[in-house]
């Protein structure tokens, strides 16, 4: 479906609709409040932990994404990464058939392909393709917001002066994304090796010598396993999507994809 063109030039004090105000969309709208006209989420289907979130960051609520993608003249996504595409979906849908669409900025951790998938239910230029590589930020120097597309700019203009350091790395779709994808085999693919190293020490019946000889050859396995497992058990299911669209990256630029299926299947585990 492809909803309406648009005229882009951004109000001084732009509405900014944040689906959905998780640890690093609270983060986002907050830092976006000195310059916007108001940041605005959506309220339906959405848990008391993110409720809460969207209060203490002082952010508007509004009924559902029908009304918020109606009323902001920019929409991040900030989600799930397997829920990327359906949210665009939503926001499409919404605002089909006005004559005016919000710039969108996906700043989920998929696949360039689903970038582009994304930047296809638009019209040409309305999507911003946005990578977040650090924690949420509620002071400067902790994480970088990467972008490309033809609006990157725009959207780099917006957060000046926040907490959230921007880098545009060109105006092409999908480049920020690729590089989360790299950047992710080191975070979160690497780690989950020692995952699947115990799973198969402990059935294998050899995890007691493992854990000897690691040891014996400098290696802190508890440590190592220990902050990868604590890591899994808070974020694991939603590492899984990323793994895989990780791996789609991957496998589209022609390298072996294994290495993030086989973390994606880890994390499903954990
Ligand atoms: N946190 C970080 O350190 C970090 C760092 C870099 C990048 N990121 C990226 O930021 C994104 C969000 O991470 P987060 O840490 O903010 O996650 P989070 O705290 O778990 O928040 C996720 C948000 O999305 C909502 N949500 C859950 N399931 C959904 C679905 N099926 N459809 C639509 N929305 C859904 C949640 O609402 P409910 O409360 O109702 O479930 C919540 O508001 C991810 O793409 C991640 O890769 C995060």
């Given at each position: 479906?492809?909803?309406?063109?648009?005229?882009?030039?951004?109000?001084?004090?732009?509405?900014?609709?944040?689906?959905?105000?998780?640890?690093?969309?609270?983060?986002?709208?907050?830092?976006?409040?000195a310059?916007?006209?108001?940041?605005i989420?959506?309220?339906?289907?959405?848990?008391?932990?993110?409720?809460?979130?969207?209060?203490?960051?002082?952010?508007?609520?509004?009924?559902?994404?029908?009304?918020?993608?109606?009323?902001?003249?920019v929409?991040?996504?900030?989600?799930?990464?397997?829920?990327?595409?359906?949210?665009?979906?939503?926001?499409?849908?919404?605002?089909?058939?006005?004559?005016?669409?919000?710039?969108?900025?996906?700043?989920n951790?998929?696949?360039?392909?689903?970038?582009?998938?994304?930047?296809?239910?638009?019209?040409?230029?309305?999507?911003?393709?946005?990578?977040?590589?650090?924690?949420?930020?509620?002071e400067?120097?902790?994480?970088?917001?990467w972008?490309?597309?033809?609006?990157?700019?725009?959207?780099?203009?917006?957060?000046?002066?926040?907490?959230?350091?921007?880098?545009?790395?060109?105006?092409?779709?999908?480049?920020?994304?690729?590089?989360?994808?790299?950047f992710?085999?080191?975070?979160?693919?690497?780690?989950?090796?020692?995952?699947?190293?115990?799973?198969?020490?402990?059935?294998?019946?050899?995890?007691?010598?493992?854990?000897?000889e690691?040891?014996r050859?400098?290696?802190?396995?508890?440590?190592?396993?220990?902050?990868?497992?604590?890591r899994?058990?808070?974020?694991?299911?939603?590492?899984?999507?990323?793994?895989?669209?990780?791996?789609?990256?991957?496998?589209?630029?022609?390298?072996?994809?294994?290495f993030?299926?086989?973390?994606?299947?880890?994390?499903?585990?954990?």
């Open positions: 479906m492809m909803v309406g063109v648009s005229d882009w030039s951004l109000p001084a004090r732009p509405v900014i609709g944040i689906l959905h105000p998780g640890a690093m969309g609270a983060a986002l709208g907050s830092a976006l409040k310059r916007a006209g108001a940041v989420w959506a309220d339906a289907g959405r848990s008391q932990a993110t409720s809460k979130r969207a209060e203490l960051a002082d952010l508007i609520a509004v009924p559902d994404v029908r009304e918020l993608a109606r009323r902001a003249h929409v991040i996504s900030i989600c799930p990464p397997g829920a990327a595409r359906e949210v665009a979906e939503q926001v499409a849908h919404a605002v089909a058939g006005l004559d005016r669409t919000p710039l969108y900025v996906d700043a951790a998929v696949s360039p392909a689903t970038v582009a998938s994304i930047g296809g239910l638009f019209p040409d230029g309305a999507v911003v393709d946005g990578a977040v590589i650090g924690p949420p930020a509620w400067a120097g902790t994480t970088v917001l972008l490309s597309g033809p609006r990157a700019t725009t959207v780099e203009a917006l957060f000046a002066g926040t907490p959230f350091a921007t880098r545009v790395l060109g105006a092409e779709l999908g480049t920020a994304s690729a590089l989360k994808a790299c992710a085999l080191q975070s979160k693919a690497l780690p989950a090796i020692w995952l699947a190293l115990d799973e198969a020490a402990r059935t294998l019946g050899v995890d007691g010598p493992l854990r000897e690691l040891a050859t400098g290696v802190d396995y508890p440590a190592e396993l220990g902050a990868v497992a604590a899994a058990k808070e974020k694991g299911w939603r590492w899984v999507a990323e793994m895989e669209e990780a791996a789609d990256a991957l496998a589209a630029a022609g390298v072996p994809d294994g993030s299926r086989a973390a994606a299947e880890m994390y499903r585990r954990a």
